[in-house]
Nanobody, 123 residues
């Protein structure tokens, strides 16, 4: 059974940092693009950051550029999101996803999804 399990969410004050991790099991995703997405209450799920299969190409939403960093470890079948200088508007449930290609993930069309981890940033 293929699973993506996120961890690392929590409550943090504005300006703080969190590191999210996503562990994949059931198959390897070393040939897949992977990414992070988020969904705030009453809003649609949106793209946050995507990395290609090699880890060399990274894409970020404008709202998180310069603050968030995505990385992956294909040997461990994991993808992480380092979030710095957090703002209250970053509050959301964050999801990890794996997809066939970067373009598909950029349009929130992943093939596999985790169940999400809550990130709450207080002002």
């Amino acid at each position: 059974q293929v699973q993506l399990v996120e961890s690392g969410g929590g409550l943090v004050q504005a300006g703080g940092s969190l590191r999210l991790s996503c562990a994949a099991s059931g198959r390897t995703f070393s040939n897949n693009a992977m990414g992070w997405f988020r969904q705030a209450p009453g809003k649609e799920r949106e793209f946050v950051a995507v990395v290609d299969w090699s880890g060399d190409r990274r894409y970020y939403a404008d709202s998180v550029k310069g603050r968030f960093t995505i990385s992956r470890d294909n040997a461990k079948n994991t993808v992480s999101l380092q979030m710095n200088s957090l703002k209250p508007e970053d509050t959301a449930v964050y999801y990890c996803s794996a997809g066939l290609s970067v373009p598909l993930l950029l349009t929130v069309n992943g093939d596999y999804w985790g169940q999400g981890t809550q990130v709450t940033v207080s002002s």
